[in-house]
């Protein structure tokens, strides 16, 4: 049942965002690459775009583990592409630099709660969703990583280095400690969402 919420989750959402994304397409398509990676539509576009070759990865992956008796070949392929296939882009489109990328110096928002109000639905989901692959997958691959605890040290620690890195590098945008709160959050929720499959000391 889970699995299949998730599935029409998806494709609603997939569904409502079929018009930004296809904008994308033409530039992806004649390898304009800046203008496919260069916009959030484009980078989201070959992220899905992507999902038949990331399949046939962990397919190559679980069958070769298989053959070798190594278990559980399927779980451990698919958390290993999965946090790779999901995470990478996400991470491209934070650090994505501004239009003053460069000029603008760094700006940074300490107070906790005072971005949120400005920030709107589609900042908060992104924020929750930025290291949600990660929380959702890592504790699968990692025996290491199955306790609240340390999945909140991750979460955490990814989304301080991103934000690091957005001021260090000048990205025009703004590190902000209510991001940092959100990516964490999201992080915990979606390792949450996983835990039925988490990864045990002995396998």
Same mark, same amino acid.
């Given at each position: 049942?889970?699995?299949?919420?998730?599935?029409?989750?998806?494709?609603?959402?997939?569904?409502?965002?079929?018009?930004?994304?296809?904008?994308?397409?033409?530039?992806?398509?004649?390898?304009?690459?800046?203008?496919?990676?260069?916009?959030?539509?484009? +980078?989201?576009?070959?992220?899905?775009?992507?999902? #038949?070759?990331?399949?046939?990865?962990?397919?190559?992956?679980?069958?070769?583990?298989?053959?070798?008796?190594?278990?559980?070949?399927?779980?451990?392929?698919?958390?290993? @592409?999965?946090?790779?296939?999901?995470?990478?882009?996400? +991470?491209?489109?934070?650090?994505?630099?501004?239009?003053?990328?460069?000029? @603008?110096?760094?700006?940074?928002?300490? !107070? #906790?709660?005072?971005?949120?109000?400005?920030?709107?639905?589609?900042?908060? +989901?992104?924020?929750?969703?930025?290291?949600?692959?990660?929380?959702?997958?890592?504790?699968?691959?990692?025996?290491?990583?199955?306790?609240? #605890?340390?999945?909140?040290?991750?979460?955490?620690?990814?989304?301080?280095?991103?934000?690091?890195?957005?001021?260090?590098?000048?990205?025009?945008?703004?590190?902000?400690?209510?991001?940092?709160?959100?990516?964490?959050?999201?992080?915990?929720?979606?390792? !949450?969402?996983?835990?039925?499959?988490?990864?045990?000391?002995?396998?």
């Amino acid at each position: 049942m889970f699995a299949g919420l998730a599935v029409l989750g998806l494709a609603s959402a997939l569904f409502a965002v079929r018009r930004p994304l296809l904008m994308a397409a033409p530039a992806c398509v004649s390898g304009r690459w800046r203008g496919c990676f260069g916009t959030e539509n484009g +980078v989201l576009l070959v992220m899905l775009a992507g999902l #038949p070759l990331a399949a046939a990865v962990v397919w190559a992956l679980a069958r070769r583990r298989r053959a070798a008796g190594v278990a559980p070949a399927w779980r451990t392929s698919l958390a290993e @592409v999965g946090v790779v296939h999901a995470t990478v882009p996400m +991470v491209w489109l934070a650090l994505m630099p501004g239009s003053g990328a460069g000029v @603008v110096p760094g700006r940074v928002s300490l !107070l #906790p709660l005072r971005d949120l109000v400005t920030m709107g639905p589609i900042g908060i +989901v992104g924020n929750l969703l930025l290291f949600a692959a990660l929380g959702f997958f890592a504790p699968m691959r990692f025996a290491a990583l199955t306790s609240v #605890p340390r999945l909140l040290l991750l979460g955490a620690g990814c989304s301080a280095l991103v934000e690091t890195a957005q001021y260090v590098f000048q990205l025009d945008r703004v590190s902000s400690v209510d991001d940092v709160l959100l990516n964490t959050t999201g992080t915990l929720l979606a390792a !949450l969402a996983s835990r039925r499959w988490w990864r045990t000391p002995a396998g």
